[in-house]
Nanobody, 126 residues
Framework: QVQLVESGGGLVQAGGSLRLACAASGRTFSNYAMGWFRQAPGKEREFVAAITQSAGSIIYAGSVKGRFTISRDNAKNTVYLQMNSLKPEDTAVYYC???????????????????WGQGTQVTVSS
């Protein structure tokens, strides 16, 4: 089992920045690829960004590429999502998730992720 706890969400004006963190406990964090997903009210959960175990490969959704940056610190068992130039359409609950599969590129599909955090709310006002 891997326990994931997100933090760093909040209310920010459009154009602002937030940094989300996801702290992992339980099994060895460096064994897992990590992903960030989000779910807006009335919408399906969607992929945001993902990073492989060694941070050798990173993928972003087109809607956040160039504005968001995913990173990880395996020594601190934490994955981060730096969000800049935020837009009202970025408003959602943000979830981190762990994928135990070892691959050259991270996966983007929700069913591939084995463990999920409880989510943190991000609200961007216009």
């Amino acid at each position: 089992q891997v326990q994931l706890v997100e933090s760093g969400g909040g209310l920010v004006q459009a154009g602002g920045s937030l940094r989300l963190a996801c702290a992992a406990s339980g099994r060895t964090f460096s064994n897992y690829a990590m992903g960030w997903f989000r779910q807006a009210p009335g919408k399906e959960r969607e992929f945001v960004a993902a990073i492989t175990q060694s941070a050798g490969s990173i993928i972003y959704a087109g809607s956040v590429k160039g504005r968001f940056t995913i990173s990880r610190d395996n020594a601190k068992n934490t994955v981060y999502l730096q969000m800049n130039s935020l837009k009202p359409e970025d408003t959602a609950v943000y979830y981190c998730a762990a994928d135990a599969s070892l691959r050259s590129r991270p996966r983007v599909g929700i069913p591939f992720y084995d463990y999920w955090g409880q989510g943190t709310q991000v609200t961007v006002s216009s």
